[in-house]
């Protein structure tokens, strides 16, 4: 498994693997590779699992670090990303894009299978934006209840999770 933008490796605990290797640019997080997942100093072919959580709206060049993804990925590898769509500007480092279904699908073009699924909806995306700052102290404790709104369809989700296979 490679956990790219990985951090402190918040998902390590509940992924089956045989070896699990993190990726950052913040040597500060301790990461097993110290690169931009523009260029990742790794073999091609070589990992099953690429796990890319909250990653994606960082990157100056999307298209470039989804190509170096599937580089990486052996064929049949799998690919789990997630991204915003609706969500303030969280500079960390920087805070470059948001992503639709039909950015998605192209980013993803060269894999041989592509699910997209929403998360979040109108309601929550509004909710989400109204508990910036000072308000949210009073406000999160409501969070429950909303998170409970679904919608099948949404044309203002809060974000993507996409299952790409190599």
Request: hydrophobic share 35%.
């Amino acid at each position: 498994v490679l956990d790219v933008g990985a951090g402190y490796s918040p998902y390590k605990k509940y992924i089956p693997h045989k070896r699990y290797i993190t990726l950052d640019i913040d040597k500060e997080t301790k990461p097993d590779i110290c690169c931009d997942l523009h260029n990742i100093k790794w073999s091609s072919d070589y990992f099953d699992i690429v796990i890319a959580a909250e990653v994606l709206e960082h990157l100056y060049s999307p298209e470039k670090a989804i190509n170096e993804i599937y580089r990486v990925l052996k064929p049949g590898g799998i690919c789990i990303l997630s991204t915003r769509f609706i969500y303030s500007y969280h500079p960390s480092p920087k805070d470059y894009y948001r992503f639709t279904w039909d950015a998605l699908s192209y980013l993803f073009k060269k894999f041989d299978k592509v699910e997209i699924y929403h998360h979040g909806n109108e309601i929550q995306a509004a909710w989400a934006l109204l508990n910036e700052g000072k308000l949210n102290i009073v406000l999160k404790i409501f969070n429950p209840l909303i998170a409970r709104i679904h919608f099948k369809k949404t044309t203002c989700p809060c974000g993507f999770i996409v299952y790409a296979e190599k």
